[in-house]
């Protein structure tokens, strides 16, 4: 095995489809058989994640895009996005010698550009942006443990109330999470006492110019450098903050698969 089958470098090698093949829905029962390559669908999606190509622009060597896009949807809505997603990120913790439940972790947000199409943004006054704003928890590792897109205009102390309540049953030993000034007030008490989490409140000084890498809060800091890769992911393109929110998901999942099974 190896390189073989990649009609394009996004595209899965025999080893990474292997790692993953097992984690994607079988065919559903009843009605005619199976002819669309599950592969070829997840091959098929990551090179719209990475390219930024609209769904109609899919090359011809993948299925037809109506296919593709259908697959997308009914993974999303059944959850097999975020199983692979999450399976992966416990196996990436295991090798790195860490306990597939994090204790500790990241939280902040980023704000984006929106396509000029249907679907829910708003103004963040404070970077001047018309758009969407993604809230994300990372763990130190800055492997993803929670991701919300809200309108750019939602408050990040609201959009942190709003994501810790979804963290998922993999962070239920989380217990402190690294934020920056915009998170202090309210929120601390509230997410001690509703979550059993300390925020701590990395601050930058008054003396500090330029960029600094500050501790802790670095890792989300990098963990968005590593989703703005991915071109898909440059500007909201998304007429859901659903979907925008699973594209987050499949992008980490390439690169977690990337370093589990390099080739």
Not at 63 to 90: C, E, K, M, N, S
Not at 203 to 231: C, K, Y
Request: charged share 25%; hydrophobic share 40%; with cysteine.
């Amino acid at each position: 095995m190896g390189m073989s089958n990649q009609l394009y470098p996004t595209d899965l090698t025999d080893n990474q489809w292997e790692d993953i093949r097992d984690l994607i829905p079988s065919a559903k029962s009843g009605g005619r058989p199976r002819t669309t390559d599950p592969r070829q669908v997840v091959n098929a999606v990551l090179y719209v994640a990475v390219s930024g190509a609209q769904w109609r622009m899919l090359p011809r060597e993948y299925p037809p895009w109506q296919t593709v896009y259908t697959y997308f949807r009914d993974w999303r809505i059944d959850g097999t996005w975020r199983r692979i997603h999450d399976t992966l990120r416990a196996r990436l913790r295991r090798e790195a010698g860490r306990h597939k439940h994090p204790t500790a972790g990241a939280l902040d947000s980023q704000s984006v550009k929106a396509s000029p199409w249907p679907g829910p943004r708003g103004y963040d006054a404070g970077k001047k942006i018309v758009g969407r704003k993604r809230h994300i928890v990372v763990d130190t590792l800055g492997l993803l443990l929670a991701v919300l897109v809200t309108p750019a205009s939602v408050q990040d102390r609201d959009g942190a109330r709003l994501v810790l309540a979804r963290l998922p049953a993999g962070a239920k030993k989380l217990r402190r999470l690294w934020v920056d000034g915009g998170y202090r007030g309210k929120l601390l008490d509230w997410a001690r006492d509703h979550c059993r989490i300390s925020l701590s409140v990395v601050l930058r000084s008054d003396n500090q110019r330029g960029f600094v890498v500050l501790p802790r809060r670095w890792v989300v800091e990098r963990t968005f450098a590593w989703i703005m890769a991915h071109r898909r992911l440059v500007r909201d393109h998304e007429t859901l903050p659903s979907t925008s929110q699973i594209f987050i998901q499949i992008a980490m999942t390439r690169i977690m698969l990337r370093r589990l099974v390099p080739t």
